[in-house]
């Protein structure tokens, strides 16, 4: 049963990933883009990571990706462009795209394959676990972390705030 969820996750993330680039639209290229991670998370909680599942969620499909949504939203991409430029970017996209399947060529080429198996279950990325580490061993780091975010949103508010004349 693993594997059929392995192979099923692998199978919809490259789709989802070919979806993304091959997509004429924009706004599907960035839904995919979003589905694809949402599999990638899949994968880590095949892996027993939960919380670097739900970490993987929150910052990536979460934040970023909706950040990407708003940008595509706001920018006008249905604009033509020039001709001539469109010919040196689609030869600078298939040589990148050739020496991308070369890397994968010579990558795949010194992988031996053999059966998936399931990790054992011993509970390193379940959330119980990381809290219980982050809260003993690294809790001053943790800390110190905090305070540093804490003072970032509070300097990147005073410099977004209006001065009134």
């Known amino acids: ?3 059929l969820i392995f192979f099923s996750l692998s199978a919809l993330t490259l ?3 070919l979806l993304t680039v091959f997509s004429r639209k924009s706004m599907y290229s960035v839904l995919s883009l979003i ?4 599999t990638v998370a899949g994968h880590y909680i095949l892996l027993n990571a939960h919380f ?6 929150i910052v990536y499909a979460g934040a970023i990706m909706v950040l990407f949504l708003f940008v595509v939203m706001l920018l006008n991409l249905n604009t033509t462009s020039d001709k001539s430029k469109a010919f040196y970017f689609r030869a600078a996209a298939v040589s990148g795209a050739g020496m991308l399947f070369l890397v994968l060529i ?3 080429k010194s992988t031996t394959l053999g059966a998936y198996y399931a990790p054992t279950d011993t509970g390193m990325g379940v959330v119980e676990h990381v809290g219980k580490r982050l809260f003993t061993d690294y809790l001053l780091p943790f800390e110190i972390s ?5 003072s970032a949103m509070i300097g990147s508010v005073l410099l977004a705030k209006k001065e009134k004349k």
């Open 146 to 150: 905090s305070i540093l975010f804490l």
């Open 1 to 3: 049963m693993d594997q």
């Open 35 to 38: 589905f694809c991670l949402f």
């Open 52 to 57: 670097l599942a739900i970490t993987h969620i």
């Open 106 to 108: 010579a990558s795949l």
């Open 15 to 17: 789709l989802s990933g």
